[in-house]
């Protein structure tokens, strides 16, 4: 069995972020054995007036891959993360979404609702309705439980497998300031490597690679995006700046 798990809404200025939060999540699931739990990733829903939120309003989702019949347990096991490692003020909410229980179409409702939040202010009232009807849990653990609506939403933006950077940095074991494509792919767990326009680099191409290397959702690989920049007189590609990765 295969579960999506979003949270959202679950942090202040000054406290530990959702991120981390997830990360304890998937801790557990993995060091308890019921699972293998794919990378996390950040969703970026709407920045309104009328939309709170205490950072950037986005969520956490993460895809598992059950040893067994472990979803309950799951369930559980989050719900008191999220009491016991939420902050004072947040709102935090949680999604955990069964493909296999539902429809081509069903998914494409999740789908909408994720791209919705990314443009519209949205309720608890519409979330709840979604989840209801289609038999996705959904709850809230604090707070207004506005949490849920973007826990929703991030499972549907994950669901898109082209929305959300990855949390964290890929590492590479090189002194080298530039490597081959192949030596990323085959030193990291980024699947490919290419430009926002889509054109993707064979392997053989150089990469002046900085000081850390961000991914991106990307028809459901993990993308490193690159860009062409003048070193020393020379055309060369270089990771996208943290300010072009803001609309993944």
Same mark, same amino acid.
């Given at each position: 069995m295969k579960i999506f798990l979003c949270i959202d809404d679950t942090d202040n200025i000054d406290s530990k972020g959702t991120g981390a939060i997830a990360g304890e999540?998937?801790?557990?699931?993995?060091?308890?054995g019921w699972g293998t739990c794919q990378n996390i990733s950040r969703h970026q829903l709407l920045v309104h007036p009328d939309v709170p939120y205490t950072s950037h309003n986005s969520s956490?989702?993460?895809?598992?891959?059950?040893?067994?019949?472990?979803?309950?347990?799951t369930i559980e096991a989050a719900i008191k993360v999220l009491e016991t490692e939420s902050a004072e003020g947040s709102d935090p909410g949680l999604c955990v979404f069964v493909p296999e229980r539902l429809t081509q179409h069903q998914h494409q409702e999740i789908v909408h609702? =994720?791209?919705?939040? &990314?443009?519209?202010? $949205?309720?608890?009232?519409? #979330?709840?309705?979604?989840?209801e009807a289609l038999s996705i849990h959904?709850?809230?653990?604090?707070?207004?439980?506005?949490?849920?609506?973007?826990?929703l939403a991030g499972v549907g933006l994950r669901l898109t497998g082209n929305d959300g950077r990855f949390k964290g940095k890929h590492k590479m074991n090189t002194s080298k300031k530039t490597v081959t494509v192949k030596e990323i792919l085959e030193e990291t767990t980024i699947d490919i490597v290419r430009t926002s326009a889509g054109l993707i680099l064979d392997d053989?191409?150089?990469?002046?690679? =900085?000081?850390?290397? &961000?991914?991106?959702? $990307?028809d459901h690989k993990? #993308?490193?995006?690159?860009?062409s920049v003048k070193v020393?007189?020379?055309?060369?590609?270089?990771?996208?700046?943290?300010?072009?990765?803001?609309?993944?």
């Open positions: 999540i998937v801790t557990l699931i993995e060091s308890s956490m989702c993460f895809i598992v891959d059950f040893n067994g019949d472990y979803l309950e347990a609702f =994720g791209l919705r939040a &990314k443009r519209e202010v $949205l309720t608890k009232e519409e #979330a709840y309705q979604l989840a959904l709850s809230e653990h604090g707070g207004t439980g506005q949490g849920v609506i973007g826990a053989e191409e150089q990469v002046a690679i =900085g000081d850390k290397l &961000k991914s991106v959702l $990307l993990k #993308a490193l995006l690159v860009e020393d007189g020379n055309m060369m590609w270089q990771p996208c700046s943290g300010s072009s990765l803001k609309q993944y």
